[in-house]
């Protein structure tokens, strides 16, 4: 392989099952970049906040390679917060796999690979988060990708219910709702969707059904 001088600081390369988006359940190679200009006050994943190790381009390629599966899926912290990123989506494109990216929403999406499946957070009130919502991407979005709201309350609700309409999201792309654990109980959530008839995608995080752990493995 040649050399590739691009790097990026990777938290963690491992091999699990996808607990989220449409692709749950699937076997999934995740690369976890390390950083995130947000600090959502229910985040899971903030030992991705620092540290890591610097690796090549290529060195994250072959170790993807070993794991001996398709599906990957580049994550964070916030991955497009570093600018490797996106020669790290398209060299995986490239090598024929199937690829997804979870990004906060917060940074520009444009630049990502249009192979990619872009699962983009939009984040409610009760984040702590909402003013970091970058609304220029959702005329970005298209049938390859997913929005997703992780809503902790009532009034999260009320305003995800409101954006999904406002900006005809689930005619642009698959809309995911998700209960913080410990603040909404999963079965009110799927209630309030069903009374109301919003064509959204329920979902919890299988991962934690599965493990206990907030670590996706």
Avoid at 196 to 202: C, I, M, Q, Y
Wanted: hydrophobic letters at 40%; charged letters at 25%.
């Amino acid at each position: 392989m040649a050399d590739n001088p691009v790097r990026l600081r990777i938290s963690e390369i491992f091999h699990s099952i996808q607990g989220e988006s449409s692709r749950i359940g699937l076997p999934t190679v995740f690369v976890r970049l390390t950083g995130c200009p947000l600090r959502c006050v229910w985040c899971d994943t903030e030992y991705a906040f620092s540290g890591g190790e610097m690796k090549s381009l290529d060195d994250v390629m072959v170790t993807i390679a070993e794991f001996g599966c398709k599906t990957i899926c580049v994550t964070g912290g916030e991955p497009l917060a570093q600018k490797g990123c996106i020669d790290l989506l398209r060299a995986l494109c490239d090598a024929g796999y199937s690829v997804s990216l979870e990004t906060s929403g917060a940074l520009d999406i444009s630049e990502v690979d249009p192979r990619v499946a872009r699962i983009m957070d939009i984040k409610a009130p009760g984040s702590g988060e909402e003013d970091k919502n970058r609304w220029e991407n959702i005329p970005l979005l298209n049938a390859n990708d997913e929005v997703k709201f992780v809503l902790a309350s009532a009034t999260d609700y009320a305003w995800a219910a409101d954006v999904v309409k406002r900006e005809q999201l689930t005619e642009r792309c698959a809309v995911l709702f998700s209960p913080v654990q410990g603040d909404l109980s999963p079965t009110t959530l799927a209630e309030w969707v069903v009374r109301d008839h919003l064509p959204v995608r329920f979902q919890l995080q299988l991962h934690k059904v599965l493990w206990g752990s907030e670590r996706a493995r």
